[in-house]
């Protein structure tokens, strides 16, 4: 078993729906939580970022971390075209003492105009 | 520059050449990072720099991988002998690391697309 389980996609939706993408993880040590995002031929950039159990809200993109399940979230309200990349979610923990980032492959989004 | 530059963007290769890959972090950011991005993998970390202790080598596949950072701002990564295998996206990544702190923010830069024939 990976240590974090993500959907590879494609993730197809109608501009305006509400997109759900999720990962799953398997090291309780875990305590930090990400998402990036990567469009096409550049680098991640970070969306939002987590610290333990709960939600975090900003502008349209709200984040969960249910560490009881082992479950992230990333919920994006009033999807826009531009909003198309592939989202990676990201964990660190003591295990490596917060230094490094653990990532999942990443879902493909794609929304239509 | 504002933000993290790598170069060269695209580098092609023959098998069993050595290939050097640099990046410049952002001015100020104490922690540089490698990580190696292939097609339908996530990212996979391979060596992290913080200020001046002794780098974290433990993602590094094999020996014919490593890293330096001089003067505490670029690094170049260096594979020698290259393979197919090691055709991917080359990504780095700074981050301003207080004392202290456990607040890790990545900035990363745009890649080098490596492909070795």
């Known amino acids: 078993q990976k240590e974090v389980e993500q959907d590879p996609g494609p993730l197809s939706v109608p501009e305006g729906a509400i997109v759900s993408l999720n990962c799953t993880y398997s090291n309780s040590a875990f305590q930090y939580f990400m998402w990036y995002r990567q469009y096409s031929r550049k680098g991640p950039e970070l969306l939002m970022y987590t610290y333990s159990s709960g939600n975090k809200e900003d502008g349209r993109f709200t984040a969960q971390v249910d560490k009881s399940s082992k479950y992230i979230s990333l919920f994006i309200r009033d999807s826009q075209p531009s909003d198309s990349a592939t989202y990676l979610c990201?964990?660190?923990?003591?295990?490596?003492?917060?230094?490094?980032?653990?990532f999942g492959k990443g879902t493909m989004l794609l929304v239509s105009p | 520059g504002a933000g993290v530059s790598q170069s060269p963007s695209n580098k092609v290769t023959e098998k069993g050449k050595d290939v050097e890959l640099r990046c410049d972090p952002i001015s100020g950011h104490t922690a540089l990072y490698w990580y190696r991005q292939s097609l339908g993998q996530g990212l996979e970390f391979l060596i992290y720099f913080q200020g001046n202790s002794a780098p974290d080598k433990s993602g590094l596949p094999s020996d014919r991988f490593s890293a330096e950072r001089t003067g505490g701002s670029v690094s170049t990564l260096t594979i020698q002998r290259t393979q197919q295998e090691d055709s991917a996206v080359y990504l780095c990544a700074s981050s301003l690391v207080r004392g202290g702190s456990t607040n890790e923010k990545l900035f990363f830069g745009s890649g080098t697309q490596l492909s070795v024939l």
């Open positions: 990201a964990m660190s923990g003591k295990d490596s003492g917060y230094s490094t980032l653990t």
